[in-house]
């Protein structure tokens, strides 16, 4: 039985965990009115740059953490030796990144950027990296708490995190008004801030010593884990650098600031994804065999209903809101866009329905190939699409690339997994909802609140008629299984 202070701790982690993406979506409009659009564009550039060395830092130690760490659930000795080993690790892959970043760095942002695009490795660029490190220190050291049972401090840090983030550059905006110094410095000071709370984390919890016997595991489990964020990052940020020499920078910031917008809606993804993974874990285990079920289908249908409900309702808010908070209207201009850009959200229930099976096989190098292979369809595309037709080229590559992922999902689990499935429900509904907004696009380029209202309306009728009874039942269940929760604790 699940308990009342798992569900606390569960919400706690789920709202600590989303502060840094709130965080960036809160200043997203004072970057839009602060900076013009090429300054804007080289800040999303710069972010990006932290992310990607943020992974390189990580090492995926974060991810390794809790797996190594409740192995020695038995040996506290070895958990304080082996908290105490990974920390210091974490310090010297920085040490060692940031000299390779000082000396390679200077050639390789001139050969990346031009001079229009204002991307510079000198200060903004090394201040963006060394972020990147301070950051993958305390992420790694947050996520530990998790297994230290630490909600409380969880929750607290990532706070002091997000207030430190949003002052110090809501600051630097206003003492330096149209100059990066606040976004960028800001980052960097709160992340320095943070480093320290991560050491204090990492010293209070562990034996301080380096113990190489840790280390062939560690290398043998984070490499894969490395390329399969390398993969994710490429995924999430490889049109933006393909677009940059090809569209205007109003146009590219416009297409950033949106696609940000959308982070609300991974957000959701992911948040229902944690609610239903562990009952089709539940229920598949109980069948003994590897293979879907009606009621583990139920689930899916479910995710696919709420999943168009959100992206629908996204489409008909982002506009509002951002005409609500920004003032410049070259940022309104990709609204156009949005309906298209949603259509590609919509195949994550698809996606769903195979990761699941292949996390629930633990066959978790297939990952690795799916995602290996779109990130190689996505440059290809991306970058042949874009060259030839713009912006609407690197969304249709967007586009090609998630259902080169269902596809390959497909491919890669029908030998591990058996699937019986309504293709209607599973496949149907979120095709057509993609197919809906192509075709809109293509008859309706000016956004037009009326398209995603008729939207609502259509599929709100069209999931009453096909889903209304999984719905009800999957609600059902899970509010009988809340009110037995509470009748235990």
Request: glycine content about 6%; overall charge positive.
């Given at each position: 039985?699940?308990?009342?202070?798992?569900?606390?701790?569960?919400?706690?982690?789920?709202?600590?965990?989303?502060?840094?993406?709130?965080?960036?979506?809160?200043?997203?409009?004072?970057?839009?009115?602060?900076?013009?659009?090429?300054?804007?564009?080289?800040?999303?550039?710069?972010?990006?740059?932290?992310?990607?060395?943020?992974?390189?830092?990580?090492?995926?130690?974060?991810?390794?953490?809790?797996?190594?760490?409740?192995?020695?659930?038995?040996?506290?000795?070895?958990?304080?030796?082996?908290?105490?080993?990974?920390?210091?690790?974490?310090?010297?892959?920085?040490?060692?990144?940031?000299?390779?970043?000082?000396?390679?760095?200077?050639?390789?942002?001139?050969?990346?950027?031009?001079?229009?695009?204002?991307?510079?490795?000198?200060?903004?660029?090394?201040?963006?990296?060394?972020?990147?490190?301070?950051?993958?220190?305390?992420?790694?050291?947050?996520?530990?708490?998790?297994?230290?049972?630490?909600?409380?401090?969880?929750?607290?840090?990532?706070?002091?995190?997000?207030?430190?983030?949003?002052?110090?550059?809501?600051?630097?905006?206003?003492?330096?008004?149209?100059?990066?110094?606040?976004?960028?410095?800001?980052?960097?000071?709160?992340?320095?801030?943070?480093?320290?709370?991560?050491?204090?984390?990492?010293?209070?919890?562990?034996?301080?010593?380096?113990?190489?016997?840790?280390?062939?595991?560690?290398?043998?489990?984070?490499?894969?884990?490395?390329?399969?964020?390398?993969?994710?990052?490429?995924?999430?940020n490889i049109d933006r650098y393909f677009l940059k020499s090809l569209i205007s920078?109003?146009?590219?910031?416009?297409?950033?600031?949106?696609?940000?917008?959308?982070?609300?809606?991974?957000?959701?993804?992911?948040?229902?994804?944690?609610?239903?993974?562990?009952?089709?874990?539940?229920?598949?285990?109980?069948?003994?065999?590897?293979?879907?079920?009606?009621?583990?289908?139920?689930?899916?249908?479910?995710?696919?209903?709420?999943?168009?409900?959100?992206?629908?309702?996204?489409?008909?808010?982002?506009?509002?809101?951002?005409?609500?908070?920004?003032?410049?209207?070259?940022?309104?201009?990709?609204?156009?866009?949005?309906?298209?850009?949603?259509?590609?959200?919509?195949?994550?229930?698809?996606?769903?329905?195979?990761?699941?099976?292949?996390?629930?096989?633990?066959?978790?190098?297939?990952?690795?190939?799916?995602?290996?292979?779109?990130?190689?369809?996505?440059?290809?595309?991306?970058?042949?699409?874009?060259?030839?037709?713009?912006?609407?080229?690197?969304?249709?590559?967007?586009?090609?690339?998630?259902?080169?992922?269902?596809?390959?999902?497909?491919?890669?689990?029908?030998?591990?997994?058996?699937?019986?499935?309504?293709?209607?429900?599973?496949?149907?509904?979120?095709?057509?909802?993609?197919?809906?907004?192509?075709?809109?696009?293509?008859?309706?380029?000016?956004?037009?609140?009326?398209?995603?209202?008729?939207?609502?309306?259509?599929?709100?009728?069209?999931?009453?008629?096909?889903?209304?009874?999984?719905?009800?039942?999957?609600?059902?269940?899970?509010f009988r299984k809340k009110k037995e929760t509470n009748a235990a604790s």
């Open positions: 039985m699940i308990s009342k202070s798992f569900l606390k701790s569960s919400i706690i982690y789920t709202i600590g965990g989303a502060m840094p993406m709130v965080t960036g979506i809160l200043l997203l409009p004072f970057y839009a009115n602060f900076f013009s659009g090429t300054q804007y564009v080289s800040l999303s550039f710069y972010i990006s740059i932290s992310l990607l060395f943020q992974i390189f830092f990580t090492y995926s130690t974060d991810t390794y953490f809790g797996v190594k760490y409740t192995q020695l659930a038995d040996e506290p000795v070895e958990q304080k030796r082996f908290v105490g080993t990974l920390s210091i690790l974490l310090f010297l892959i920085g040490v060692c990144l940031l000299i390779v970043s000082f000396l390679l760095g200077p050639f390789i942002f001139p050969a990346i950027f031009n001079e229009n695009e204002q991307v510079y490795f000198w200060p903004f660029g090394i201040a963006s990296i060394v972020t990147g490190f301070l950051n993958s220190y305390f992420k790694t050291g947050t996520n530990a708490l998790i297994y230290f049972k630490s909600p409380l401090q969880f929750i607290s840090f990532n706070f002091i995190n997000l207030v430190a983030t949003l002052a110090i550059s809501l600051g630097g905006l206003y003492l330096f008004p149209g100059s990066l110094n606040g976004p960028i410095y800001g980052r960097l000071f709160s992340g320095v801030i943070i480093f320290f709370l991560a050491l204090y984390i990492f010293r209070s919890n562990s034996t301080w010593v380096f113990d190489r016997k840790y280390l062939k595991d560690i290398q043998k489990f984070c490499s894969p884990y490395l390329l399969f964020a390398l993969f994710f990052w490429i995924l999430g920078g109003n146009d590219l910031a416009s297409y950033d600031l949106l696609l940000k917008c959308f982070l609300g809606i991974e957000f959701l993804q992911n948040a229902l994804s944690a609610v239903i993974f562990p009952k089709l874990f539940e229920i598949w285990a109980k069948n003994k065999k590897n293979e879907t079920t009606p009621e583990s289908n139920r689930y899916f249908n479910v995710f696919t209903a709420v999943n168009i409900f959100n992206l629908i309702v996204f489409c008909i808010l982002i506009p509002i809101v951002i005409r609500l908070f920004i003032t410049k209207s070259e940022y309104f201009q990709s609204f156009a866009f949005i309906g298209i850009i949603s259509a590609g959200y919509a195949t994550r229930s698809i996606l769903n329905y195979y990761f699941a099976t292949i996390l629930f096989s633990k066959k978790t190098v297939l990952l690795l190939k799916i995602f290996g292979a779109c990130a190689v369809i996505q440059i290809v595309a991306t970058y042949f699409f874009s060259k030839h037709f713009g912006l609407i080229g690197a969304i249709y590559a967007g586009i090609i690339t998630k259902v080169a992922q269902v596809l390959f999902s497909y491919i890669f689990t029908r030998s591990i997994f058996t699937y019986n499935l309504n293709y209607l429900k599973i496949y149907g509904v979120p095709l057509l909802f993609v197919i809906t907004n192509v075709i809109c696009y293509f008859f309706f380029p000016v956004y037009n609140i009326a398209i995603y209202l008729g939207q609502l309306l259509a599929f709100g009728l069209l999931f009453f008629l096909i889903f209304k009874n999984e719905i009800k039942i999957v609600f059902i269940q899970f």
